[in-house]
Protein backbone atom coordinates (compact mmCIF):
# COMPACT_ATOMS: atom_id res chain seq x y z
CA UNK A 1 0.00 0.00 0.00
CA UNK A 2 0.98 3.53 -0.85
CA UNK A 3 0.03 7.25 -0.40
CA UNK A 4 -0.26 8.85 -3.82
CA UNK A 5 0.19 12.70 -3.77
CA UNK A 6 -2.76 14.74 -4.41
CA UNK A 7 -2.43 17.00 -7.37
CA UNK A 8 -4.20 20.70 -6.76
CA UNK A 9 -6.84 22.76 -9.39
CA UNK A 10 -4.96 23.71 -12.41
CA UNK A 11 -1.72 21.92 -11.63
CA UNK A 12 -2.47 18.94 -13.32
CA UNK A 13 -4.06 18.38 -16.61
CA UNK A 14 -5.94 15.19 -15.89
CA UNK A 15 -7.93 16.93 -13.52
CA UNK A 16 -9.93 18.74 -15.67
CA UNK A 17 -10.03 16.20 -18.39
CA UNK A 18 -12.79 13.34 -18.81
CA UNK A 19 -11.32 9.84 -17.72
CA UNK A 20 -10.80 6.65 -19.41
CA UNK A 21 -13.40 4.02 -18.66
CA UNK A 22 -11.64 0.98 -16.36
CA UNK A 23 -11.62 -2.08 -18.85
CA UNK A 24 -9.62 -4.78 -16.70
CA UNK A 25 -10.14 -5.57 -13.44
CA UNK A 26 -7.34 -7.08 -12.22
CA UNK A 27 -4.77 -7.29 -9.16
CA UNK A 28 -3.77 -3.70 -10.33
CA UNK A 29 -6.94 -2.39 -9.86
CA UNK A 30 -7.14 -3.81 -6.18
CA UNK A 31 -3.65 -2.52 -5.68
CA UNK A 32 -5.18 1.00 -6.69
CA UNK A 33 -8.20 0.84 -4.90
CA UNK A 34 -6.54 0.11 -1.72
CA UNK A 35 -3.74 2.80 -2.73
CA UNK A 36 -6.65 4.75 -2.95
CA UNK A 37 -8.57 4.33 0.46
CA UNK A 38 -5.08 4.69 2.06
CA UNK A 39 -5.05 8.08 0.38
CA UNK A 40 -8.15 9.44 1.23
CA UNK A 41 -7.97 8.62 4.83
CA UNK A 42 -4.31 10.03 5.04
CA UNK A 43 -5.98 13.73 3.75
CA UNK A 44 -9.19 13.35 5.87
CA UNK A 45 -11.58 13.36 2.88
CA UNK A 46 -14.72 11.73 2.11
CA UNK A 47 -14.12 10.88 -1.14
CA UNK A 48 -11.35 10.89 -3.80
CA UNK A 49 -11.56 10.28 -7.76
CA UNK A 50 -8.48 9.03 -9.46
CA UNK A 51 -8.21 11.98 -11.64
CA UNK A 52 -7.13 13.94 -8.19
CA UNK A 53 -4.30 11.71 -8.03
CA UNK A 54 -3.17 12.45 -11.27
CA UNK A 55 -4.74 9.18 -13.06
CA UNK A 56 -7.33 9.58 -15.66
CA UNK A 57 -9.51 6.25 -14.85
CA UNK A 58 -13.24 6.35 -13.89
CA UNK A 59 -13.00 4.80 -10.57
CA UNK A 60 -13.55 7.07 -6.78
CA UNK A 61 -13.40 6.10 -3.42
CA UNK A 62 -15.74 7.27 -0.80
CA UNK A 63 -16.43 6.68 3.08
CA UNK A 64 -18.51 9.05 4.54
CA UNK A 65 -18.80 7.06 7.82
CA UNK A 66 -18.11 8.39 11.05
CA UNK A 67 -15.68 5.90 12.14
CA UNK A 68 -14.43 5.98 8.42
CA UNK A 69 -14.76 2.34 8.44
CA UNK A 70 -17.12 2.18 5.28
CA UNK A 71 -15.00 2.63 2.26
CA UNK A 72 -16.52 1.49 -1.04
CA UNK A 73 -15.64 2.05 -4.42
CA UNK A 74 -17.44 3.13 -7.79
CA UNK A 75 -16.12 2.01 -10.94
CA UNK A 76 -17.13 3.43 -14.71
CA UNK A 77 -20.53 5.22 -12.35
CA UNK A 78 -23.55 6.70 -14.07
CA UNK A 79 -26.11 9.01 -12.29
CA UNK A 80 -29.02 7.57 -14.14
CA UNK A 81 -31.21 9.24 -11.84
CA UNK A 82 -31.67 12.47 -10.34
CA UNK A 83 -34.58 15.26 -8.82
CA UNK A 84 -34.38 18.11 -7.14
CA UNK A 85 -31.92 20.65 -6.53
CA UNK A 86 -30.34 21.96 -3.67
CA UNK A 87 -26.95 24.20 -2.83
CA UNK A 88 -24.24 22.63 -1.05
CA UNK A 89 -21.04 23.98 0.83
CA UNK A 90 -18.43 21.29 0.46
CA UNK A 91 -14.59 21.28 0.15
CA UNK A 92 -12.34 19.18 -2.10
CA UNK A 93 -9.16 17.98 -1.62
CA UNK A 94 -8.04 19.42 -4.98
CA UNK A 95 -8.86 23.14 -3.65
CA UNK A 96 -7.82 22.68 -0.39
CA UNK A 97 -8.17 25.83 1.83
CA UNK A 98 -11.36 26.42 1.02
CA UNK A 99 -14.80 25.53 0.73
CA UNK A 100 -18.02 26.31 -2.13
CA UNK A 101 -21.62 26.62 -2.82
CA UNK A 102 -22.84 24.76 -5.71
CA UNK A 103 -26.18 23.12 -7.24
CA UNK A 104 -26.82 19.68 -6.57
CA UNK A 105 -29.41 17.37 -6.85
CA UNK A 106 -30.99 16.10 -4.01
CA UNK A 107 -31.40 12.05 -4.98
CA UNK A 108 -29.28 10.36 -7.47
CA UNK A 109 -29.59 6.61 -8.43
CA UNK A 110 -26.03 5.62 -9.49
CA UNK A 111 -25.28 2.54 -11.26
CA UNK A 112 -21.12 1.60 -11.71
CA UNK A 113 -18.85 -1.60 -11.16
CA UNK A 114 -17.53 -3.16 -8.05
CA UNK A 115 -14.13 -3.96 -7.84
CA UNK A 116 -14.65 -7.34 -9.04
CA UNK A 117 -16.56 -5.79 -12.59
CA UNK A 118 -20.15 -6.14 -10.83
CA UNK A 119 -22.82 -4.11 -11.63
CA UNK A 120 -24.77 -2.49 -8.87
CA UNK A 121 -26.80 0.60 -8.43
CA UNK A 122 -27.18 2.98 -5.20
CA UNK A 123 -30.00 4.90 -4.25
CA UNK A 124 -28.84 7.89 -2.14
CA UNK A 125 -29.99 11.66 -0.37
CA UNK A 126 -27.94 13.59 1.99
CA UNK A 127 -24.30 13.70 2.32
CA UNK A 128 -23.57 10.22 0.06
CA UNK A 129 -26.15 11.78 -2.63
CA UNK A 130 -23.62 15.09 -2.81
CA UNK A 131 -20.74 12.79 -2.36
CA UNK A 132 -21.71 10.81 -5.40
CA UNK A 133 -22.22 14.03 -7.57
CA UNK A 134 -18.92 15.52 -6.44
CA UNK A 135 -16.63 12.27 -7.64
CA UNK A 136 -18.55 11.61 -10.32
CA UNK A 137 -17.82 15.29 -11.68
CA UNK A 138 -14.24 14.36 -11.13
CA UNK A 139 -14.39 11.71 -13.63
CA UNK A 140 -16.00 14.05 -16.21
CA UNK A 141 -13.32 16.56 -15.56
CA UNK A 142 -15.12 19.28 -13.39
CA UNK A 143 -14.86 20.48 -9.66
CA UNK A 144 -16.75 22.20 -7.51
CA UNK A 145 -15.17 25.58 -7.75
CA UNK A 146 -16.36 25.51 -11.82
CA UNK A 147 -20.20 25.66 -10.89
CA UNK A 148 -18.87 29.32 -9.07
CA UNK A 149 -19.06 32.64 -11.12
CA UNK A 150 -15.62 33.56 -12.71
CA UNK A 151 -14.60 36.16 -9.88
CA UNK A 152 -16.33 33.52 -7.46
CA UNK A 153 -13.51 31.25 -8.95
CA UNK A 154 -10.59 33.51 -8.78
CA UNK A 155 -11.02 34.01 -5.50
CA UNK A 156 -11.27 30.75 -4.29
CA UNK A 157 -7.64 29.75 -6.19
CA UNK A 158 -6.36 32.99 -4.49
CA UNK A 159 -7.65 31.50 -1.23
CA UNK A 160 -5.96 27.85 -2.52
CA UNK A 161 -2.73 29.24 -3.30
CA UNK A 162 -2.42 31.30 -0.32
CA UNK A 163 -2.83 27.84 1.45
CA UNK A 164 -0.70 26.14 -0.14
CA UNK A 165 2.08 28.27 -0.01
CA UNK A 166 1.64 28.27 4.02
CA UNK A 167 1.66 24.74 4.42
CA UNK A 168 5.01 24.48 1.94
CA UNK A 169 6.98 26.97 4.34
CA UNK A 170 5.81 24.43 7.68
NI1 LIG B 1 -13.14 16.80 -4.88
Redesign the pocket.
Known amino acids: MALIPIVYYSHHPTLHKVAQPITHFDEALLTLIQDMYETMYAAD?C???AP?IGIAKRIAVIDISDKKNKPFCIINPEIIEKTGMELMS??????PGTYTTGPRATYVKVRAQDETGKVFELAATGLLSHCLQ??I??LLGK??IDYLSPLKKQISLKKMEKFLRRNEKD
Open positions: GGLAQAGCLSVHEDHLN
